[in-house]
């Protein structure tokens, strides 16, 4: 097979990630019946589809792959660019990390600082559920993820990070409202909690695992925002699982209570990035698996 067309890559990329044709063209300056060629040479060349053409555009198993495969070149391009040419005018490097929320709100700010103080980079940060990040590495969206999945994609190495603490946690007022007579089956299907969205796997394993309760036996806002469940637990309005190390003063001074503290959860996180990973990459990979481990140390 004959090598890659990287501008048939380009457009490939510039339509998934603008999710338009027409957009992906004015970015590239081009036309948009020649990103339409484009896509079509590229599947041509290949022998099957390379995206969907739905709402939203999604990428085929094969288009996620070259996807990956195009951004791993260009974080290389990147890399090389202000060793060969270092009179020419530098750009920032662009760099899209899978985050989970909570780790965003605890201990992930304090690890990119650094990175983002000495280096010229422009940061994409995706907010993503912990157990789904790793499918912005495999669609080419991202070059580096924290996840609780140990196994690492082809490619692909990981750094055990620690260990994240949660407990599940109410104000005062609504415990006594709410679970007078402790945490169970009963109070639990009358008291409102809080969860990142409906794919949220977390809150689910855990009432099922300690209660026996099945999703549909009690109900749960959708909030995508780790902050926003800090904010809306202290309003006494909802419970909710929150990592211990992002309410430690709460829980100190009493604002917050643990309801359950014989039945905490622990999550292990992981951070993935790419196996031949240098340069400015590399100092955010080591920044994180540092930092991270410090913050998650026990």
Avoid at 1 to 22: C, G, P, R, T, W
Avoid at 40 to 61: C, D, F, M, S, W
């Amino acid at each position: 097979m004959a090598n890659f067309d990287y501008k048939h890559l380009a457009a490939l990329a510039e339509v998934i990630e603008l999710q338009s044709f027409e957009l992906a063209a004015q970015k590239l300056f081009i036309s948009q019946s020649a990103i339409s060629q484009r896509i079509k040479a590229l599947e041509e060349h290949i022998g099957q589809p390379v995206l969907i053409r739905n709402q939203p555009i999604v990428a085929t198993l094969a288009g996620e792959q070259i996807l990956s495969h195009f951004k791993k070149v260009k974080q290389l391009e990147d890399e090389l660019v202000p060793i060969l040419y270092p009179d020419k005018p530098i750009k920032p490097m662009k760099v899209s990390l899978a985050v989970n929320a909570d780790s965003i709100a605890t201990w992930f700010i304090e690890a990119i600082t650094p990175v983002l103080k000495n280096h010229l980079v422009e940061l994409n940060l995706i907010i993503e559920h912990e157990e789904r990040t790793l499918d912005k590495l495999r669609s080419g969206q991202a070059i580096g993820a924290v996840s609780v999945i140990e196994q690492p994609l082809k490619g692909y190495r990981s750094f055990k990070l620690g260990e994240m603490e949660y407990c599940l946690v109410a104000s005062k007022g609504f415990a006594e409202e709410y679970f007078p007579d402790g945490v169970n089956q009963k109070s639990l299907g009358m008291a409102p909690a809080i969860s990142y969205d409906h794919k949220d796997d977390m809150h689910v394993r855990y009432i099922a695992k300690h209660f026996n309760l099945a999703a549909s036996e009690y109900y749960c806002h959708s909030v995508r925002s780790s902050e926003a469940f800090v904010a809306l637990v202290k309003q006494g309005v909802a419970y909710c699982l929150l990592p211990k190390l992002q309410i430690e003063q709460e829980l100190n001074t009493g604002q917050l209570i643990s309801l359950c503290p014989d039945k905490e959860l622990v999550e292990t996180l992981y951070w993935h990035s790419w196996v031949l990973v240098k340069g400015v990459n590399k100092n955010i990979s080591e920044q994180i698996v540092k930092i991270a481990r410090q913050k998650l140390a026990h």
